[in-house]
């Protein structure tokens, strides 16, 4: 292990296996009988896409399809011989899969002579219908059992062209596709003038001959022993499971629905990065990675994830130029300490992957069985997140130019999107031509929104350039926000200032009545007040009081039980100048009479059968039941002084803490703080319709339902003190009222 840590790259890693590893074991070309029937073992790769087709016969999942759109006079004949050429050249192309008579998997190579190339052209007549089949053909299971490669091409009028090669991943992988399509492009261009496909021999080394190779060395446990107990040991007890904040609820059993959100780092950002990788001798794709865990432990609040890491699995030069499913996933499990640096991040990260890279010769199959996590159907084991990280390996010779006489036009279309294989994956490359990584990130729909996952990928590009800025900065002080962002939350929507009215709440109620004086205001056991009728009683109630010397800045209690005069006597108090404190007639005397001492109360409005509470207070009483109870306009309301209505900065209303940590404390409101609350809930909760008001008027609560409802002309429904204990009553109490609002919620 120390020889491969020393050896930062995998070139270095490669020769220390081909040298140590693999001794007495050569990878080479295996001979087969002459005649009859060959019936070739799977990889262990391959086995497990053969179990998960077999799962799902109509599933599309595993396709790997190359989607090419071009502009002109393109050959169909030359084409198709071109694939032909290249299934030729690479035999796993012309592989049927099958289960032989004891269950087990097997390979059959089907001669180029008698292979069958499945084709299928399509003429439409504009690109959307067009993009329509692509997505469809793309998606649409390959029958295994016949062959793992389908051509279709779409042609759009007689000049543009779309060509799908659609090849199960069980035949190809990231390395193997950009060989097939330089394979493709020079078989064509040269058939296209007249030429031989040239493509060369067959290649030495066959996948098959991988295959096989691969189940004798893990037939042999001595070699194989060290590496299954690494990962037992990195991966045994209890794995974090990644805990994103997830869009919509988890579906009960994993689904594949793909989307894709796509990510720049600009050339400056890429080469800092370079620079910083030069400078802890480690890759570009490590540093990503690196940045990856960051950005996911952010996220999640977590301080240890486990990524999944395609690996070529190609240390011997033999397979470099193979065509098959060679890859292997490493299951890469980082701590991410926020209060180490990027720079340590990115060290201990690099110790971590080649750790691994030392015993990627464990197919990842073989590790789920050996470390055998706990199942749960909503995810896949071990690892729910990937860094895909492009790399043909440097097979791919230039090109010179590419399908011959015909032009290469970039298709850019969302329905090309892979299906998703694990929650979220970041799919990159290396520096390009102009310097910049490009990439993206493939994201389970079902579970995440487009916004989402663009975000991430905002904060992942921004989280690479704080870090090659500040490499030694704490990564708990590196902020994933753009200052677009932060200007936006920090000031933008702090920018609540409304204009709203320098008045009381008494005031808005009243404009509300004069706008519509017959709309229902209170409903209260099937009897009704309208708003004309809450303004004549309030009017009445309010002089009143002032006849009793009720005024500004002044406090009078209200002992009531759930009724209209409960409302009426909030409202009747505030027209009359003063400010209301509630005053529970339930609860014990002692309490009552320390409230009205703390705000030097001198009245209270009551109904008749709290009366006697308010004379063991020793306050002036007046009976609210009495009030209502007169006919028409009478002595009071004649007598009733508008000018007693305060301002805006007038005491509205007291409302006491329960006094369970000592004495009860008062908290005293004015008119604008009550004003503003009104104008905010209309404006964001859009009050309206029958509000609902079940709250005990000691709790604040009730000021954000009463007020609320009667300033923008709804009706109040009042409901009995039962009503927040007896859900059978509350059930029906909002059917019988048909109630649209209830506090914050719409109903």
């Known amino acids: 292990t120390a020889s491969v840590v020393q050896n930062r790259t995998v070139a270095g890693i490669a020769g220390l296996v081909a040298d140590d590893e693999f001794a007495g074991l050569p990878l080479v070309r295996r001979e087969r009988s002459e005649g009859g ?25 595993y396709n790997v399809p190359f989607v090419q759109q071009l502009r002109g006079d393109l050959q169909m004949g030359a084409l198709r011989d071109a694939v032909k050429a290249v299934a030729a050249r690479h035999e796993v192309l012309r592989m049927q899969y099958g ?38 053909e793309t998606g649409s299971a390959i029958k295994l059992e016949v062959s793992s490669v389908r051509l279709m091409v779409v042609h759009v009028g007689a000049e ?67 590496h299954m107990q690494y990962w037992c040991e990195v991966l045994g007890g209890e794995l974090p499971v990644l805990e994103l904040q997830t869009d919509h609820p988890r579906p009960a059993v994993m689904t594949a629905n793909g989307g894709a959100a796509p990510l720049s780092i600009d050339a400056v950002c890429a080469e800092g990065l370079w620079a910083l990788c030069r400078e802890c001798g480690t890759t570009m794709m490590r540093a990503v990675l690196a940045a990856w865990a960051v950005v996911l432990a952010k996220h999640s609040g977590q301080s240890e994830v486990v990524v999944g890491l395609p690996y070529a699995n190609r240390e011997n030069p033999a397979t470099h130029t193979v065509v098959g499913y060679f890859v292997n996933m490493l299951a890469i499990r980082l701590s991410v300490d926020d209060t180490s640096s990027f720079g340590g991040m990115l ?51 230039d090109v010179e130019d590419p399908f011959a006489m015909l032009k290469s036009v970039p298709i850019e279309n969302t329905a090309l999107a892979e299906s998703a294989k ?75 200032l409304s204009p709203y009215p320098d008045a009381t709440a008494p005031m808005l109620l009243e404009k509300q009545a004069g706008r519509a004086p017959g709309a229902t205001a209170l409903i209260f056991e099937g009897a009704e007040m309208k708003y ?73 409005v009551a109904l008749h059968k709290h009366e006697r509470i308010g004379e063991h207070l020793g306050l002036t009483t007046l009976v609210a039941d009495h009030v209502l109870a007169e006919n028409g306009h009478g002595q009071w309301e004649s007598k009733y002084r508008t000018d007693a209505n305060c301002g805006a900065s007038a005491l509205a209303y007291v409302l006491y803490t329960s006094g369970s ?17 009104v104008g905010g809930l209309a404006r964001y909760c859009g009050v309206d319709g029958v509000v609902a008001y079940i709250n005990s008027f000691t709790f604040d609560a009730s000021v954000m339902v009463v007020w609320p409802a009667l300033c923008t002309g709804a009706a109040l429904a009042i409901g009995s003190s039962v009503a927040q204990q007896d859900m059978a009553y509350l059930r029906e109490f909002f059917h019988s009222n048909q109630v649209t609002w209830h506090l914050w919620c719409h109903l």
């Not at 029937?37 to 599309?60: C, N």
């Not at 004891?102 to 399509?122: C, H, K, N, T």
């Not at 970041?426 to 520096?431: E, G, I, K, S, Y």
């Not at 493939?442 to 989402?452: A, E, I, P, Q, V």
Request: glycine share 6%.
């Open 37 to 61: 029937e060959v019936l070739l073992p799977l990889s262990l790769e391959q086995e497990q896409m053969w179990v998960l087709y077999q799962l799902d016969i109509t599933s599309g999942n």
């Open 99 to 136: 289960n032989g008579e004891d269950g087990s998997a097997f390979q059959r190579p089907v001669p180029i002579e008698e292979w069958v190339l499945y084709e299928r052209e399509v003429s439409v007549e504009s690109e959307t219908e067009a993009m329509a089949c692509v997505s469809e």
């Open 160 to 226: 543009d062209h779309i060509v799908v090669l659609n090849i199960h991943h069980i035949a190809t992988d990231g390395w193997s596709n950009a060989g097939l399509l330089a394979d493709l492009m020079k078989a064509y261009n040269n058939l296209v003038v007249g030429k031989a496909a040239d493509l060369g021999e067959e290649s030495a080394l066959r996948y098959a001959d991988y295959a096989q190779w691969q189940r004798e060395l893990l037939a042999d446990e001595a070699r194989i022993a060290p």
């Open 347 to 397: 060290r201990s990260t690099n110790s971590v992957v080649n750790e691994a890279l030392a015993h990627a010769v464990v197919p990842f199959m073989k590790v789920v069985e050996a470390v055998s996590p706990a199942r749960d159907a909503s995810r896949t084991p071990i690892y729910q997140t990937m860094l895909a990280w492009n790399d043909s390996g440097g097979w791919v010779d």
């Open 422 to 496: 694990v929650e979220i994956t970041l799919n990159a490359a290396d520096r390009n031509e102009s310097g910049e990584i490009h990439g993206c990130l493939s994201f389970n729909r079902d579970l995440f929104t487009d916004t989402t996952v663009q975000h991430m990928a905002v904060h992942l590009v921004l989280l690479v350039q704080r870090m090659v800025e500040g490499p030694e900065v704490l990564l708990r002080e590196i902020s994933m926000m753009s200052d677009d962002t932060a200007k936006m939350i920090a000031e933008e929507w702090n920018e609540t």
């Open 532 to 604: 004309s009728e809450l303004v004549v009683y309030t009017s009445r109630m309010a002089a009143e009081l002032q006849h009793h010397g009720a005024g500004a800045d002044q406090v009078v209690g209200l002992c009531v039980s759930k009724s209209m005069e409960e409302v009426v006597g909030m409202v009747g108090i505030m027209r009359s100048g003063a400010a209301y404190v509630p005053l529970d007639p339930n609860q014990p005397v002692a309490r009552l009479q320390y409230l009205t001492d703390q705000c030097a109360c001198k009245i209270v």
């Open 661 to 677: 940590t000592g004495k009860p404390k008062g908290v005293m409101l004015q008119h604008r703080g009550l004003v503003a609350l």
